[in-house]
């Protein structure tokens, strides 16, 4: 049947469309069984095996089918919408939840077709699209389809005219974006990326809210989540533009520099890896008095603190190329860095000291024995902390201190990389 619909044309009359869409149905659509994998974060995709389709053979059969029928020559969208209604296409949305990936590969393959096919039915495709992305966030936080439905999305948004209806711009910002909060994110993140860059490269002003909205989202416990929030923001800086970027530069680089300060060297590293990319040097450059001092305190205290030595060496290439964009500014960076560090180890200094006043004071007042426990002499003093009129060096007796050179610089960071080779 398969190669007869194909090869042949002129094959596909009138009487074929209700029973070949009948039979679709007969075969295809039914109650799929409770899933047995893990819900959320527990599920691994390269762990854990997925549960196949006992009958697949059989409906894979019917699948085939129906797909050389939807792509034929022959057939006619006119005489097929009869049978291929809401009703069909919501049922058809309802098989997205299978747990075999091959039979959610050809659903995605067939609504598609029928996207792309029956004009009257995409404003209705999309309606259902969006309200199974709502009982997934709101709801279940348990779909198996998630990944297929953006895919199919982001062939749908490509296709956008502009410019984009306020329709589309509220399903960027009330669906696709809330789905990063999903604990099950690594399943569907590149395809849900790829969707949001395409909004993004119709419509360069939906840049703010968006970042402004993955920073709302960003997660605080989860490392491996933080990577792909990374790589996401990345695809958006290489479409972003300049002027867009100067509304976001502020609170975008405070979270790079809580990156750059994360204990999780993975995290660390992609933060890290930003000063690679040329176009978002570009963009440093041009907005230089704003990032440096924002990055600068995070870099230099991870330069001397943090435990993993390939982050020592990124850190200092990035530092090498701040220097090298403007000397005057990084300098002045650096003096203000120090003048602040030096007054907070004032503020700290007085604080003790202020509170070693309240003690002497207490001391002398003559039920003072009788409030301490019995234990305890009435001669203790209060201890200064050593650290806080001195930061404790580095193997070069170089302090928090002590300012950067640019020879300091090259010298760290080749020194970092052949302890590291």
Request: proline letters at 6%.
């Amino acid at each position: 049947m398969v190669e007869y619909v194909t090869k042949n044309k002129n094959v596909i009359t009138e009487a074929i469309y209700p029973e070949a869409v009948n039979m679709f149905a007969v075969n295809l659509f039914r109650t799929l069984p409770p899933s047995s994998n893990p819900n959320g974060a527990e599920f691994d995709p390269e762990e854990d095996e997925p549960t196949l389709e006992a009958a697949w053979p059989h409906l894979q059969l019917v699948y085939e089918f129906f797909l050389r029928l939807l792509e034929s020559q022959d057939f006619q969208p006119s005489i097929a919408r009869r049978y291929i209604d809401q009703k069909f296409v919501l049922q058809l949305l309802e098989l997205f939840d299978s747990e075999d990936p091959r039979e959610r590969d050809f659903l995605k393959t067939t609504l598609h077709r029928i996207y792309g096919k029956f004009l009257g039915l995409r404003a209705y495709i999309r309606k259902q699209i969006n309200n199974v992305f709502y009982r997934f966030i709101y709801e279940t936080e348990h779909h198996n389809g998630i990944a297929e439905l953006l895919e199919i999305l982001g062939s749908i948004i490509n296709g956008f005219a502009l410019p984009l209806k306020e329709e589309h711009k509220v399903f960027l910002l009330k669906v696709l974006l809330p789905l990063h909060k999903a604990k099950s994110l690594s399943v569907y993140h590149p395809q849900l990326a790829y969707c949001v860059v395409q909004f993004l490269e119709k419509d360069p002003s939906l840049t703010e809210p968006v970042i402004r909205n993955l920073l709302k989202f960003w997660p605080k416990t989860h490392s491996p989540k933080e990577v792909m929030f990374l790589n996401e923001l990345e695809e958006i800086l290489d479409v972003i533009e300049p002027a867009e970027f100067q509304k976001v530069m502020d609170p975008l680089f405070r979270q790079l520099a809580k990156c750059v300060s994360s204990p999780h060297f993975q995290v660390a590293e992609r933060a890290l890896y930003y000063w690679n990319n040329e176009y978002i040097m570009s963009l440093i450059s041009d907005n230089y008095s704003v990032i440096l001092p924002i990055m600068y305190p995070a870099f230099y205290k991870n330069s001397r603190s943090h435990w993993n030595k390939t982050i020592h060496g990124l850190i200092y290439n990035a530092l090498k190329l701040f220097m090298e964009m403007n000397q005057k500014v990084f300098d002045e960076c650096t003096t203000h860095y120090c003048q602040e560090r030096h007054r907070e180890r004032k503020l700290i200094k007085d604080r003790d000291e202020a509170w070693m006043r309240v003690e002497a004071l207490a001391m002398k007042h003559p039920n003072y024995n009788n409030v301490t426990n019995k234990g305890t002499t009435n001669n203790t003093s209060y201890i200064l902390p050593q650290h806080i009129d001195n930061s404790p060096p580095d193997e070069d007796g170089d302090t928090d201190q002590t300012p950067l050179t640019l020879e300091k610089i090259e010298a760290k960071a080749n020194e970092v990389r052949i302890n590291t080779i």
